[in-house]
């Protein structure tokens, strides 16, 4: 058992409030990923909550698809938030609570510019990048995902460098896996309502079923290569990520069997009673 996990430290009220309204800002926007972060020990399932409720602030701000809401408005926000961030994690105090819950988060677990500034530089090409190349794309999708999965790890590691250096592959196979899927099933909504194709050289009027596999079995291998993973992860973390990674499997799944055509026009999903026995399927497979 890790120190941190052994002896709970003492949290000021102030940081308190800001890790319940991070863990507000994730029960008001992802199922899925609430459904996992239930399965995690405390305090990881704190900081991971922390971590991803900035995420979802950033991602607000530059994915809103209110047109009043101005590209030079989201711009601001976003560097404000950038700067603000970059403050916190220093050591200053924010008056902006889940800025102040990840940044509690980052400090004790070491996470650093390394890590933060590929993510807000992945923010800012969402506001001026409509098209990726296969170099772009890299670059977006380490940006804001694989460096989140790289975030987690640090949180579920709890400090060792060893064990951090030998899983961090998987966790950005993971990281990468979960974002290709995302832009698989939001094709219609990134390409009507934000005007963005993610995967380069896509015709999303003339996506088919062929495209379709293509990409799915670039996505499958990198659920196969963070699948690898799973049991060398700490018991605190296990069963959520391998929920999560089976929440990713079944929408591959599905994504599979939905005709390219209905993939362009309506987001598929996983239905809440498939999400549940994947979750216990976790759970057992954790105790083996």
Request: proline letters at 5%.
């Amino acid at each position: 058992m890790s120190p941190r996990a052994a002896v709970a430290p003492s949290v000021p009220r102030y940081d308190l409030v800001a890790q319940r309204s991070a863990g507000c800002v994730i029960a008001g926007y992802s199922t899925s990923f609430g459904w996992a972060t239930r399965m995690l020990d405390e305090p990881v399932r704190t900081d991971v909550r922390s971590i991803y409720a900035l995420v979802r602030i950033a991602d607000e701000t530059v994915d809103d698809p209110d047109p009043a809401f101005s590209l030079t408005e989201r711009s601001r926000l976003l560097e404000d938030l950038a700067a603000e961030t970059a403050r916190a994690v220093a050591g200053s105090r924010s008056t902006n609570l889940v800025v102040q819950a990840f940044a509690r988060t980052a400090r004790r677990c070491g996470i650093g510019p390394a890590l933060i500034d590929p993510f807000f530089a992945s923010m800012r090409a969402d506001l001026a990048v409509s098209a990726h190349d296969e170099e772009s794309l890299s670059e977006y999708v380490h940006g804001s995902a694989e460096v989140v999965g790289l975030m987690c790890l640090r949180v579920f590691l709890d400090g060792d460098d060893a064990a951090y250096a030998r899983l961090a592959p998987a966790a950005c196979s993971l990281g990468a896996a979960f974002q290709k899927v995302n832009f698989l099933r939001d094709l219609a909504e990134d390409h009507d309502a934000l005007g963005r194709t993610y995967f380069p050289g896509l015709d999303v009027d003339a996506f088919d079923d062929a495209e379709r596999d293509r990409l799915l079995d670039d996505i499958d291998a990198d659920l196969d290569r963070a699948a690898a993973a799973l049991p060398h992860l700490p018991a605190s973390s296990r069963r959520a990520v391998t929920a999560a990674h089976g929440f990713y499997r079944a929408l591959s799944r599905r994504l599979r069997t939905t005709p390219a055509s209905q993939i362009r026009t309506a987001r598929v999903r996983v239905p809440d009673h498939e999400k549940a026995v994947i979750m216990i399927r976790a759970l057992c497979e954790s105790r083996r």
